[in-house]
């Protein structure tokens, strides 16, 4: 067969993708004209100084917030879809204070994410009692590597994988694209780099993941492509080696471009230690 009839590889199918993306409160402006995209099996960053409008984004495109502009789930539009209808179309979020619940199983924790709510599956619990959907649960704790720990309380396991547990219950159900609001928080540098690990894992299924988070070493590694938001607007975007030598970013959140990148990695307090621009 010649060179010239091999087929082209397909490109990856677009999961999200948001066509200028605005919500104002009053008379401020939280997020303005976004648009962004990420593909199946992709890992896109959403990083920006704290009050920038990433966690107002991620409101707006789960359904949580009102905002204007067009939100699509594999080209469906959503954004006139209630949160529960966004969720069962395939977009799941976590949320920045993500607390499990301490007195529930691992297992238990997910299956109330996958509850049925309304009248309907009320009196259905009452006449059958909660019926968890085992396989359902067991997919998503293996697909983040926590398959043995499914009769484990919250308490027993490190906090790594108690982060990991949040990321299951919102992958558990069938979840095509999930969008993960500082899950890394409170890790340490080696559980943030099992994290990542975990991350890089769940995108090779073909999930779709938009992860917002101040672990800069985290965001750099593991992620194909990065967004910059300041002051509500998208200043740069694309592969993390051009963000990290973009000026605009620099001069936004990254700090100062002297630091040697083999010695010091910037963080969420800046390389050198100096907290990041706040918006007012």
Request: proline share 6%; aromatic share 4%; charged share 20%.
């Amino acid at each position: 067969m010649s060179e010239s009839t091999l087929a082209e590889p397909a490109a990856p199918t677009t999961l999200l993708e948001t066509g200028g993306l605005s919500v104002r409160y009053g008379g401020v402006s939280a997020n303005s004209d976004i648009d962004i995209s990420v593909a199946a099996g992709e890992i896109v960053g959403l990083i920006g100084p704290n009050g920038a409008g990433k966690t107002t984004f991620v409101d707006a495109v789960t359904g949580f917030t009102k905002s204007t502009g067009t939100v699509s789930l594999r080209g469906e539009r959503l954004d006139k879809a209630s949160p529960h209808r966004r969720r069962r179309a395939g977009m799941a979020r976590t949320w920045q204070a993500g607390e499990l619940f301490t007195d529930l199983t691992v297992a238990q924790n997910l299956a109330v994410a996958v509850q049925s709510v309304g009248l309907r599956a009320m009196l259905a619990d009452v006449v059958n009692g909660s019926r968890p959907p085992a396989d359902v649960i067991s997919a998503a704790l293996e697909l983040v590597g926590l398959d043995d720990a499914a009769d484990q309380l919250p308490g027993e396991l490190t906090l790594g994988h108690q982060k990991l547990v949040g990321v299951a219950r919102a992958l558990v159900g069938g979840t095509q694209l999930v969008l993960l609001d500082e899950p890394a928080a409170g890790l340490d540098t080696h559980e943030s780099r099992d994290f990542g690990i975990e991350l890089r894992r769940i995108a090779a299924t073909g999930i779709g993941i938009l992860l917002i988070d101040h672990d800069m070493s985290l965001v750099l590694d593991v992620c194909d492509r990065l967004y910059v938001l300041d002051f509500g607007r998208v200043i740069a975007s694309g592969p993390p080696a051009a963000i990290q030598d973009d000026p605009a970013v620099i001069s936004a959140y990254l700090g100062s471009p002297e630091v040697d990148p083999d010695t010091e990695r910037p963080t969420a307090d800046g390389p050198t230690g100096h907290a990041p621009k706040e918006t007012p």
